[in-house]
């Protein structure tokens, strides 16, 4: 009988260990993808594209036990070679190839130059090309930054005391109601993806007291703009035994913190390829929301069109705003009005037109929205009454009150947008892996 | 203007200060939910459920600035009160209350005896009222535990040098092809849901070598057990440079060890309230398809009436042989039939008939099915037409092998079973949070 007991260990060095101080002189096998190959006759470089970055490998005549022939770009290989110093390659080392052992090989020649620098394409080519435009360094790198993303948010609440949570996204009925749902047939009943796991997070708040969940949503919206996906990841927290909204906005501040630290710490070389300067979190103004467009309103002499909405371009108004004044690149925009938000947020009992809620906007771009949620059976109850809304359908995200609920609230990031500004993009699409818009639902 | 820059301390105790050794005497402030009261006449015990445990509070007529009878099961309290050891109470301490303030209170007396050592209840109800059943400490405790394997999986991977990734869930195809599909409308043009990321992981390997996603997937399987369930959680991951299959059967085992580490490390809590005893990964047989059919139909005398595939009740006794002659709660069984293996799954070249695949059976039950996949374009191809299968709607997942893609397998492990078997539990549904089944699509 044969037995599996763990990883065995392979002796392939991996980059960090190929460009390490005392790694001089060393005779390694190392693994990857030929990014590129430049040939200068005597003498050859073959740049091998590995997870962990690239490394340069040199071709010799002569020096190696094969034909530099033999290698394709896109091919995958193993390499046998000693490490040098070399100033003017990558890291500062490069590889002396002595053997090759050609692992696969691709049908035809790349159809994008994925080695350069940037890949200079548009981006609908992009992604329709995405497993090979993605192969360029710059390209995937915005997603290695969306790892830390995800990574710092759970980890931070891990540490804050959250549970993580798994919900359906296939249900009976939305949470926000309405229009923006996709249908489907579930066995012969009628079915909606959901486009927020809002009750089910509330509902845990019961069980669990903070809870969070990092997964998909699905918005039937047919916007078409470069900040709209029909299909997008959402980090989502809800917790219990809270003051105020403040303490959410706290929570969000303080995990920008963490997360900030984390790519520093952990991606630094994605940071460096993508040439990021990261923004500060340690103090963030928080604003209402009349403050807000009255300010942005006074000092761009834009006049306000609607008291009770934020267009997207006063949205990035007040973010100018709020850089410019107070050198902020992020700004809490606090007391919506009741009319725009959902049913279950918290109205503000000093002036009930207005809720408990807020948005976080980054260089003038909607990231999150948060809130504290009523708690009371009753006055939710009273809300869906005065909205002219059904309680079918909601029949236990109903009980969850009536048996009980500690005061709550909580909020909800988008993990594309939020890549994107980071990145620096202004496209969340450049931020997707494999966006979902109106006109796109492949590759 | 307001700023905010971070979370603000509340001085709350959390349980682990409060059973803390030098905590005796001290006069804290706690919160939490009212799991059940025990008037004792001239003393009573009210017992507060907190995220992180119970914690037994005492009310002494006369040393309480308020009366019993402002308290009800369910509410949700701050308690301000002195720590005193005390043997018969849970953790060894109690709190003698001095102060109390109602923070939310219930609309009605609760259904269920959640604060109950056992529901005593059955499977249909407990689901049919979940957001109050699972307030009982041995139904949510299943869900802790279930949040440790994610984790583990995640931490794991990340140290392995895994990337994060996000697919999306609406596409135009499956990846497994034909019947088990939801379809829906997507702005009027057919799309379905994705019953695996597959593609979408295959193609990321050509991009970061080593991926991972954690996320819902979806199966219209008419199946009704105890072990199906139509959407759940899958832990993917796919890996590069793979030297065979065995490579990603010897992932997975490290990966059950370093969870099963940390579950004993972070989540002894729940193990205890659950009375786990963790199983052991450190040696796990692989047997051949085959093989492990003929060794459970000697040892059981059991007729084979299938030699391609293998029924629930034979893995079961497969799982069992195991147990008895090895003592392993795990095996893994390879070379699964080619005819039973999605198309992409590699042949074996010694044998073509099967496959270089495995399933890992956890005390008789699948919980993972993973193998080495084809990497070369034209075998792909060949193996696509030799089975009367379309290339259409895959021409970029076959673009990726097109352009040159590294040797690679991976694996897809089903959470809530896997939670189901460290948790003892012989239905899938008791650790789903909100499963969806053939008859179940609420709440």
Redesign the interface.
Known sequence: ????????E?E?A?LKSVIAEDAEGKQVRT?G?IHTIRDMGEVAFVILR???GLLQCVYEEGAAGFELKDLKE???V?VEGTIRKEARAPHGVELCMCNVWI?????????LAVSKWKLNTSLETKL?????S??NIRE?AK??I??GI??GF?DFL?E??F???????????GAEGGSNL??????H?P?V?AQSPQF?KQ??V?????VFET??V?R?E?HNTKRHL??Y?SLDLEM??I?GF?DI??????FL?YMLALLEREYAPELKILDITLPKA??????RFDEAKRLASEKYGRRIRNPYDLEPEEEALIGRYFKEE?GSDFV?VTHYPSKKRPFYAMDDPADPKFTLSFDLLYDGLEITTGGQRI????MLLAKIAARGMTEE?M???L?????????HGGLGIG?ERLTMKLAGEDNVRETT????D??R???
Chains 1, 2 share one sequence.
Do not use: C
């Open positions: 009988m044969e037995f599996m007991t763990g990883i065995r392979k392939m991996d693994e993808t590995r997870r962990d896109g091919a995958s193993r692992l696969s090989e691709p049908a035809a020649p790349l159809p329709n090309m995405r497993p090979v993605l192969r995937r997603f290695r969306q790892e995800v990574r759970r891990y804050q005391g549970t993580e949570i798994h919900t359906p996204k296939i249900g009976a009925k996709f249908r489907l047939d579930y066995f009943h079915a993806l089910y509902m845990m019961g069980v669990f007291d903070r997964g998909p699905f039937a047919k029909n299909e990841t219990g035994y003051d403040e906005m706290a929570m969000e501040t303080e913190q340690d103090r963030i103004p928080a604003v107070y809490f708690h009371d059976y009753d359908g029949e236990q995200y009980d969850a009150f009536k048996y009980g609920m500690p005061p993990l892996l494999f966006p979902r109106l006109s639902l492949t590759p």
